[in-house]
């Protein structure tokens, strides 16, 4: 592989010096590539230097996104967009690659200009949400159902753009069309569950509940997956290992990736997947030692770290998951699920002040999971911030309204807060759905040792 690396340290070195002046080509980490996409890269610079251009800077950025390296990607589409004749799809990929990176409002910005191509717009959609945005997130969504009545994606968008406003009984009806049109994603299944017992039919809920939650299903996007094509060896294999997991295929996403591991066996993308498929599958003694192994050879990839925290969250191992979670965000400091990571194990060893810390920017940063809400309220309940920790809760009840944990700390923060006819009609409320949950048990217990009947 020396030979390899040399040469395109030449080839780069040299060309880019001659053509620095037309065309910016980012410097590229070739360690970081298998031989094949490498030998790939360097040819689509090569063609850069001679051609100088837009077309063939916009290839050189497909090249790199196709295989991980989507900062370089994104100065590739930038670059080529300031350059005559860039080809249509330009800003469309640079889009989706900022957006990979948490760069969300530049790639709304990027993805504006598309207007008749609904993935654009369910895209943006799902952007939206990530930044707390629900009601334009909507719009977007209807849009693109506008453009094409079938796009799923976007019709799961609308359905949790939805939920997140409280209407459960829309989101219901749109997932059941998507459930008997075909659909049977686990991943949707889980929305309809949701949606189910937000709208009270806690009967239809229940075994749709109580499977395991997988992330999304891909979604059709022939646009990003003309991307895709320009993977080469590794990375194509990877994806194919990747869809299967997205597609519930867990153990067939574990042979693939052991079959990676042993001949790709330094590689922080296989070795954090694989580390993923061993967690859910329970396999948290192999987890361990793949996540220790990606650390050892990637100690600057921070979804390894984030892995090794959770692992030792599990072992109640929780000054050490702090260091490694510490190390992530360091890493990746806009990373919201990090971020509310730190929040949970900072609570745990009762840090409370550092929580609170955690929790406020995961959400600042652009985090929609109530739990964060009801992890900030909780935290600002024992500072002994009532007004503040009624507010996070009411957030938090908006997304999700069945949420006892979220209820039981409204109570007693209402109490706090000198609120005890609200905090007894709270409870009352609660009591008469879920009359034996833990939740709002302790905050009846909490009102009868402070007097109130």
Known sequence: MRWLFFTLFVLLHFGCEKSSKEVHIPEID???????AGIAITDAVKKLETSQSS??????????????????AALSYQAAAKLPNTPTKTNYWLAITLATIGEYKQALESCSQYENYAPAYWRSGFWLIDLGKIEEAELHFKKALEIDKTAVAAMVGLARAWLQQNKPSQAVQI?????DRGGNHPYLSYLLGTSYQR???FEKAAPLLQEIVKGPPKWDDPWLLEMTTYQRGFAASITRAIAKLDDGDIVGALGDLQILA???????????????????????????????ASIRWNPN??????????LLLHKNELELASQYVQKAIELEPANARAQALAGNIAFQTRKVHEAATYFERAISIGSNDPNDREMLGLAYLDLGKSDKAIEQFNFALRISPDGTLAIGGLVIALFNNGQTSEAKQVLNN???????????VRAANFLTKQGVK
């Open 30 to 36: 070739f360690t970081r590539l298998t031989q094949e």
């Open 55 to 72: 077309q063939d800077l916009t290839t050189l950025g497909l090249y790199l996104q196709a295989h991980g390296l989507y900062e370089e």
């Open 175 to 179: 997932l059941e069309e998507i459930r």
């Open 199 to 201: 709208a009270g039919d």
């Open 262 to 292: 042993r001949t790709n066996p330094r590689n922080a993308a296989v070795l954090t997947n694989l580390a993923t498929v061993q967690m859910q599958l329970g396999q948290i003694d192999n987890a361990y030692t793949t996540c220790t």
């Open 301 to 310: 990839h921070a979804t390894s770290q984030m892995n090794m925290a959770l």
């Open 430 to 440: 609660a009591l008469s759905r879920f009359p034996n949950d833990p939740n709002l």
